[in-house]
T-cell receptor, first 115, second 116 residues
Framework: AQKITQTQPGMFVQEKEAVTLDCTYDTSDPSYGLFWYKQPSSGEMIFLIYQGSYDQQNATEGRYSLNFQKARKSANLVISASQLGDSAMYFC????????????FGQGTRLTINP | DVKVTQSSRYLVKRTGEKVFLECVQD?????MFWYRQDPGLGLRLIYF???????EKGDIPEGYSVSREKKERFSLILESASTNQTSMYLCASRKYTGTGGTDTQYFGPGTRLTVL
């Protein structure tokens, strides 16, 4: 079964600094997808970035980039030039290719940006 | 932009009541999902639907049922609400454009359900 591990329950970062949120995964499926979502206190789960297992380059979306290291089974999210509005819970997720194509989520990292 | 809406942001119900949670997406997506989110347990899949009138159980279907009569609408039903169903409920809709293309689940704003 797929598993996502986020080892940082909480992180505190100064505004404008870059931040890396860790994510490791475990799967026996050669084809998979990795996602990062942001969940502010309002509760909505906001899609940030996607990386396919066969993608040759790391995914980027604006200030977000995904540092994909396939051999290490890691998919860390990098946020450049952090802003106060980046304070939220961040979830790493993997797409399950069996059955429902559901997402398997990690436990999340609570990121706090300090002014 | 993909838009997924849920009928209520906050809901308070009594034990034993029948509860309907509605989810609507406006992008003609075939796959839709219902998750619940609880502290320490993360997000867990309750039910999903491949298409109209097609549904499959997820990891925790007990106490729930679903309905998908139209492509854009996926309803979660709590037949007889219980206090252990107090949770955050998140609906998602999957955009898939084929192998090598887009494959992303977009979520609604969530419904915080409290069962007293």
């Amino acid at each position: 079964a797929q598993k996502i591990t986020q080892t940082q329950p909480g992180m505190f970062v100064q505004e404008k600094e870059a931040v890396t949120l860790d994510c490791t995964y475990d799967t026996s499926d050669p084809s998979y997808g990795l996602f990062w979502y942001k969940q502010p206190s309002s509760g909505e789960m906001i899609f940030l970035i996607y990386q396919g297992s066969y993608d040759q380059q790391n995914a980027t979306e604006g200030r977000y980039s995904l540092n994909f290291q396939k051999a290490r089974k890691s998919a860390n999210l990098v946020i450049s030039a952090s802003q106060l509005g980046d304070s939220a819970m961040y979830f790493c997720a993997m797409r399950d290719f069996q059955g429902a194509q559901k997402l398997v989520f990690g436990q999340g990292t609570r990121l706090t940006i300090n002014p | 932009d993909v838009k997924v809406t849920q009928s209520s942001r906050y809901l308070v119900k009594r034990t034993g009541e029948k509860v309907f949670l509605e989810c609507v997406q406006d992008m003609d997506h075939e796959n839709m999902f219902w998750y619940r989110q609880d502290p320490g347990l993360g997000l867990r899949l309750i039910y999903f639907s491949y298409d109209v009138k097609m549904k499959e159980k997820g990891d925790i279907p007990e106490g729930y049922s679903v309905s998908r009569e139209k492509k854009e609408r996926f309803s979660l039903i709590l037949e007889s609400a219980s206090t252990n169903q107090t949770s955050m409920y998140l609906c998602a809709s999957r955009k898939y454009t084929g192998t090598g293309g887009t494959d992303t689940q977009y979520f609604g704003p969530g419904t915080r359900l409290t069962v007293l």
